[in-house]
């Protein structure tokens, strides 16, 4: 069976992708070269992915030492195969993102409460209200994106 092999070039087609993920997962590199990968939930506005967590652990301290990361979204997963008997004919049809980018740390009050209405509308669909402490306890941050690339993979049918 043919199949589709394509880098998708058109932004509102990766955009697309990104909003139809369920998660991300978020590559770091420690100060010893070391590199470190995490599954996120997340929020998409921009062109900037925003992400929430308690204030401390792991991550955080690469984090605010080294702040470029790369960011994988992955959908449409699907298994299929041209001759269930034939091991090298199953393929997983993907599309895919990977975005290259910043982490930025938001620290105002208002804008911390942005970035978690648009994760939840990432989940949801709406906004919602905040505690006072609910916000102060949060960490949010945005990685802002400096390149984006997206491929799709799949059969052709
Ligand atoms: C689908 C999904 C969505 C998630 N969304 C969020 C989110 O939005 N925000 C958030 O803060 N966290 C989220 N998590 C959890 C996140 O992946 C980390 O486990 C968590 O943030 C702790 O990371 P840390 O670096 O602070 O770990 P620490 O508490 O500092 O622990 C570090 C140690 O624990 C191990 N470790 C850490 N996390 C994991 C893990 N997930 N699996 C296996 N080993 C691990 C590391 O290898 C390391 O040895 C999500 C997890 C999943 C599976």
Avoid: W
Wanted: contains cysteine; positive net charge.
């Amino acid at each position: 069976m043919p199949k589709k092999h394509r880098i998708i070039f058109k932004e509102t087609e990766k955009e697309e992708i990104i909003k139809n993920s369920d998660c991300c997962y978020i590559g770091m590199v420690d100060t010893d070269n070391n590199p470190y990968v995490l599954p996120f939930n997340f929020g998409y506005k921009d062109k900037c992915i925003y992400l929430h967590s308690g204030q401390s652990g792991k991550k955080i301290e690469i984090l605010k030492k080294n702040n470029s990361v790369c960011v994988v979204f992955s959908t449409g997963h699907k298994i299929s195969a041209q001759n269930k008997d034939v091991a090298c004919s199953y393929i997983m049809s993907y599309k895919s993102v990977i975005c290259y980018g910043k982490v930025e740390f938001i620290e105002e009050y208002d804008k911390k409460v942005e970035a978690m209405n648009i994760i939840m509308q990432q989940y949801t669909g709406k906004n919602f209200e905040y505690s006072i402490p609910s916000i102060n306890n949060v960490l949010t941050y945005k990685v802002v994106i400096e390149e984006m690339t997206a491929k799709e993979f799949g059969n052709l049918s």
